[in-house]
């Protein structure tokens, strides 16, 4: 039905910078908010940003002032800046969409998740 597909995680020296995207493709209608989160080894899954299909941005406060979720609604597509980068910013960041599937003549709300990228921070 809906495919999310993330790019752009890898290794990074602490201070450094790296930007994260993900394009939902598929039977999509609309897509309402979209997020990022992380899940760091031995940690439950932790919300990092997240976005309103009208802008609104929310951030955790670990990120907030370091990390910018921005989206792209004509291209389907979310982004996450993460600038001055830690090492406890080391997780599979996981994209996250509230999308409204063509599903026929319905249209049916359903959450999608990427299959998640790898960032890793680390001298």
């Known amino acids: 039905q809906v495919q999310l597909v993330e790019s752009g995680g890898g290794l990074e020296q602490p201070g450094g910078s790296l930007r994260l995207s993900c394009a939902a493709s598929?039977?999509?209608?609309?897509?309402?908010?979209m997020g990022w989160y992380r899940q760091a080894p031995g940690k439950q899954r932790e919300l990092v940003a997240i976005?309103?299909?009208?802008?609104?941005?929310t951030y955790a406060y670990s990120v907030k002032g370091r990390f910018t979720i921005s989206r792209d609604n004509a291209k389907n597509t979310v982004y996450l800046q993460m600038n001055s980068l830690k090492p406890e910013d080391t997780a599979v960041y996981y994209c996250?969409?509230?999308?409204?599937?063509?599903?026929?003549?319905?249209?049916?709300?359903?959450?999608?998740w990427g299959q998640g990228t790898q960032v890793t921070v680390s001298s």
């Open positions: 598929g039977s999509i209608n609309s897509i309402n908010a």
């Open positions: 976005i309103t299909r009208g802008g609104t941005t």
């Open positions: 996250n969409a509230g999308v409204a599937v063509v599903a026929g003549t319905q249209i049916k709300e359903s959450e999608f």
